[in-house]
């Protein structure tokens, strides 16, 4: 048998992977819904008598949330079956008429107007995993009135160095006594796939091994398509101290509202989304004060544009470049 494709953007999978509650009870659970619900909540005098459109509205506690604060209408969307699971909550909170929940894809999507602000929970791991962004920039500009507002507005993706010296010793460790088998030998088996792929986890802020540098900064209101769809940056860190480099490790930021920021990073309470790590083939070494130069790529999969594989480049700061190393990982469904 061939190997399995993972669902295209064109198929119901990846809908159907929000159509189970148990996905939404952990978004729900997580402290993203009261920074989304403070936002609204600051927004009250913008929204009063206003027309809103929540792509993506899950089980549609945002949407709700926006007509409690006084919208006139709130057009919540979302293609998968949750969207049936979100028009019972919406008649159990008698907000029948008020929110009108469209089960359907918002690039399908007709409304009888256009609207005031865009409400949506688009972010992924890594930012732009899952490339939902495309359908909220779509949306914004089919959609929203001139002199709208989009909540978040403003999304910014960080970087930064990280030793972790700690999961390389535990899975060596592991490895060398296996119920009494010796099996060291397929350590460094396990570390090439450890390698491969982005690895979703959290990370620890002192093994922070330098200050963040943002590698992607998105105004919402502006940004094309075209902007997300490849992303290049690069980057010039400065070591706070002497240690191995085993990953660089990632995280993302949104400004909801002006002044309110929702952090994905290691020095904040941790969320749902974690961080993604990329761990190095190799520990590179660097001394306190030591640079270490390179970039990234992000680019989406061409068999699956909701996964992305990501090449990162590093060197010395000091331009010599026969030291430099290239790897390239994958983001994707079963990281």
Known sequence: MG????????????????????IHEEMLRCRRTVAYLDAIAQLTPLL????????????????IACARAGARVVYAVDASAVALCAREVVKSNEMDGKVIVFHQRVEELELPEQVDVIVSEWMGCLLLFESMLDSVLLARDKWLRPGGCLVPRRAQLWLQPYRDE???DERAAFWADVHGIDMSCLVPHAHAELARKAQIGLALPQNLVADKQSVLDLDLERCSLADVQ????????????RADVHAFVSYFEVELVPGQCLSTSPVDEPTHWQQVLFYLLEPWPVEQDERLRGSIVLSKNAENPRCWD???SYGRG????????????ELDVNC
Do not use: W
């Open 3 to 22: 190997k399995r494709k993972e669902p295209s953007p064109n198929s119901d999978g990846y809908f159907e992977s929000y159509a189970s509650l148990g």
């Open 48 to 63: 009063r008598d206003k027309a809103v459109l929540d792509v993506g509205c899950g089980t549609g506690v945002l949407a």
């Open 166 to 168: 700690e999961a390389v």
């Open 230 to 241: 490849r992303v290049h940056a690069t980057f010039d860190f400065s070591s706070h101290v």
């Open 310 to 312: 990501i090449n990162i």
């Open 318 to 329: 000091d331009g010599t470049m026969e030291t430099a190393r290239s790897q390239r990982f």
